[in-house]
């Protein structure tokens, strides 16, 4: 028997304590947001992510405070070999909340197993990935023949900083040779992939101004200029009749090289209704990944129902737009803010806040790591291993790659698109948290072979 084979029988022998420790953990309302949870679910979740690890090993495994006031767990495991190189694994323990709990078709907070799959929040993203890297340990046993860190956080999903902060403040405690970033996923239940790109965010507040109050329309208008006209205009012009983004100054006719998205495939993913077109006259790999995206996320204007004949004299809309590699945020934040003033119609004033930017990310592809966990996904899965792209932020990317510049960061995990993370009924293919783990097992083996 192989060592590949040895491997994921005992992956496959854990798989029933996996379940009950994914149970365990997705019963804990860890969203680390006290306005909607008890700040006290969150800091079980870290003591059970710290229990389970110092279990494996991890002996000095503690809770580290952050600036946000978030917990993380942070540990490491040395091995014997002088010259091993170092692994750290990360993944976050806090969870999206459950929004619509009567969207959710299983109880959000109890893992169900539903034709094959195992339901509840955070059974994906990120309780899924924990669960993955103690079955991979578990299943090397004390054949592990590389340095290992841990730092698993708390507050990833709240986007409030504090990991982010903590890393450069205490950047030997994490110090390794390569980060194994699991928060992503595959391209499909059984195509494994590494995420090599993520779009960076700008967003802003843009408010217009045109009357001091408002004004009957049946008395005014026609003559009076219309705040919430002007700004419909406005947000017209950021996206053309393909639906393609349209910010003057921003490049928008790049392409992705990596792993395609078929369109039917990201119909379903996406639930676009039928007769609905796609946006772009790019790939939806192009559109997702190599290109800017611009999106309405709200606008301040009188609603339906309580309307009145009345012209609105002030509006505002709250825009988000992702950037890809090669885009600096300062350069994106400036042609947004430029168009917004420069297509405002009639004279109307116009507001441009800013709430947040955060910078694109591109991995490095060619060092030792990223072509052993090539091998190791492609032994695990029987098909060779996928590059993605995500059109979703991780800030904390960045400041590993700025604080650690000669480590080689992998994304991966058990997510992919029939996960539905973020959404209700969010879910878990138990097969890809097996197949996962074995990869982590073997890219551990292949890795320490061949680092340097």
């Known amino acids: 028997m192989g ?29 680390a947001d006290p306005r909607q949870f008890p700040p006290e679910e969150c800091e079980r979740a870290a003591r059970w992510v710290l229990d389970k690890f110092a279990e494996l090993g991890f002996e000095d495994a503690h809770l580290e405070d952050t600036v946000d006031g ?25 969870v ?32 899924g990935n924990i669960v993955m890297h103690l079955a991979a340990l578990r299943a090397l046993g004390a054949d592990v023949p590389v340095n290992l860190k841990l730092v698993v956080e708390g507050s990833e999903e709240q986007g409030t900083g504090g990991l982010e902060a903590f890393v450069p403040e205490n950047a030997d405690l994490l110090r390794a040779d390569t980060i194994l970033v699991c928060d992503t996923g595959n391209a499909a239940v059984g195509r494994p992939a590494a995420t090599i ?98 999106t ?47 297509v405002a119609p009639w004279g109307v004033k116009v ?16 060092g030792p790591a990223y072509r052993a966990m090539a091998a190791a996904m492609e032994a695990a899965y029987a098909t060779p291993m996928g590059s993605l792209g995500q059109g979703g932020s991780i800030p904390l990317c960045n400041v590993f790659a700025e604080t650690y510049p000669e480590a080689e960061i992998i994304l991966m995990g058990v997510e992919e698109p029939m996960a539905l993370i973020h959404a209700p009924n969010e879910s878990v293919d138990p097969e890809e948290i097996a197949r996962m783990a074995l990869s982590e097992a073997l890219f551990l083996q292949r890795y320490s072979r061949n680092a340097g």
């Not at 590949?4 to 994914?22: A, C, F, H, W, Y």
């Not at 101004?209 to 705040?227: K, N, R, T, V, Y």
């Not at 006209?229 to 996206?239: N, S």
């Open 197 to 294: 790109s993520l779009r960076g965010m700008i967003n802003v507040v843009v408010t217009v101004e045109a009357l001091g109050s408002e004004l009957h329309s049946g008395m005014f208008g026609g003559a009076a200029p219309d705040a919430l006209a002007a700004l419909v205009a406005m947000l017209a012009t950021l996206r053309d009749d393909r639906g393609n983004t349209t910010i003057r100054g921003l490049q928008s006719d790049q392409t992705w090289p990596g792993e395609r998205y078929e369109p039917e495939q990201f119909r379903t993913d996406a639930t676009v209704l039928d007769g609905v077109s796609l946006l772009g006259d790019g790939t939806v790999s192009d559109m997702l990944w190599a290109r800017p995206a611009v």
């Open 70 to 94: 978030s917990k993380a767990v942070v540990g490491s495991r040395p091995c014997p070999d002088p010259g091993a190189p170092t692994v750290l694994l990360y993944a976050h323990y806090d």
């Open 96 to 127: 999206q909340p459950p929004l619509d709990d009567a969207a959710w078709k299983t109880p959000p907070f109890e893992l169900t197993e539903v034709a094959g799959r195992w339901y509840g929040r955070g059974t994906a993203d990120c309780k």
């Open 296 to 342: 309405i996320l709200g606008i301040d204007c009188p609603p339906v129902v309580g309307s009145a004949s009345a012209i609105v004299p002030r509006t505002a809309a709250r825009l988000n737009l992702r950037i890809p590699p090669g885009m600096t945020p300062q350069a994106a934040q400036a042609a947004l803010v430029d168009h917004l003033h420069g």
């Open 351 to 366: 507001e441009v806040t800013v709430e947040a930017a955060g910078s694109p990310f591109r991995a490095e592809v060619d």
């Open 3 to 31: 060592r590949s084979e040895e491997l994921k029988n005992r992956i496959d022998g854990l798989m029933p304590q996996v379940r009950t420790e994914l149970t365990e953990l997705v019963s804990i309302r860890s969203v």
